[in-house]
T-cell receptor, first 119, second 117 residues
Framework: GAVVSQHPSWVICKSGTSVKIECRSL??????MFWYRQFPKQSLMLMATSNEGSKATYEQGVEKDKFLINHASLTLSTLTVTSAHPEDSSFYICSARDPFRTGKAYEQYFGPGTRLTVT | GNSVTQMEGPVTLSEEAFLTINCTYT??????LFWYVQYPGEGLQLLLKATKADDKGSNKGFEATYRKETTSFHLEKGSVQVSDSAVYFC????????????????FGQGTTLQVKP
């Protein structure tokens, strides 16, 4: 149980275009999802916390108008990178919490990640 | 602010060797501590955790003990296998019910483990 999927697994887009990444909890309802960014050989940096039905909370230094997050249902959150530029190329990872899982309400379950390359 | 520091990699070991990956943390209060593993091409998986001082987390032969006096959570395994080759991340989070209870994870930089047959 506690499976999180991401789609697409990789995407290449041209500079100036927008790209949407989906994060789904497949077998549980996730009231909270997190979006991370991982640079090569570096750690995961939290970008934002997404709560179902409310606005996302962005970490300091993350442009909310550039990285649009929508969490419209208990099983789906989306990250849209708007007007992408080569410096946005990265590995984007989401995670989700299952608040109803006994003893594990605060554990995060991670998706496999999405590799974004902006040319 | 809270932070996690891991030993730099890559760590290269022969099969059946003893593994230690050091992790120290800086935090206010009493965070929960985690080790995550990322196998090639896959997402992060929780390997083990500890939620209070002196707790020992264990899974798949890996162990780590929450040492508050040294603010450490070192990962150990007595005999590594080729299949253990992966990137290992140490992380901390605010404890449930804490004043800043967001459940956010703060990760170390990751340590790559390569096990040779």
């Amino acid at each position: 149980g506690a499976v999180v999927s991401q789609h697409p697994s990789w995407v290449i887009c041209k500079s100036g275009t927008s790209v949407k990444i989906e994060c789904r909890s497949l077998d549980f309802q996730a009231t909270t999802m997190f979006w991370y960014r991982q640079f090569p050989k570096q750690s995961l940096m939290l970008m934002a916390t997404s709560n179902e039905g409310s606005k996302a909370t962005y970490e300091q230094g993350v442009e909310k108008d550039k990285f649009l997050i929508n969490h419209a249902s208990l099983t789906l959150s989306t990250l849209t990178v708007t007007s992408a530029h080569p410096e946005d190329s990265s590995f984007y990872i989401c995670s989700a919490r299952d608040p109803f899982r006994t003893g594990k309400a605060y554990e995060q379950y991670f998706g496999p990640g999405t590799r974004l390359t902006v040319t | 602010g809270n932070s996690v520091t891991q030993m730099e990699g890559p760590v290269t070991l022969s099969e059946e060797a003893f593994l230690t990956i050091n992790c120290t943390y800086t935090a206010t209060g009493y965070p929960s501590l985690f080790w995550y593993v990322q196998y090639p091409g896959e997402g992060l998986q929780l390997l083990l955790k500890a939620t209070k001082a002196d707790d020992k987390g264990s899974n798949k032969g890996f162990e780590a003990t929450y040492r508050k006096e040294t603010t450490s959570f070192h990962l150990e395994k007595g005999s590594v296998q080729v299949s253990d080759s992966a990137v290992y991340f140490c992380a901390l989070s605010d404890p449930p019910g804490g004043s800043s209870n967001t459940g956010k994870l703060i990760f170390g930089q990751g340590t790559t483990l390569q096990v040779k047959p």
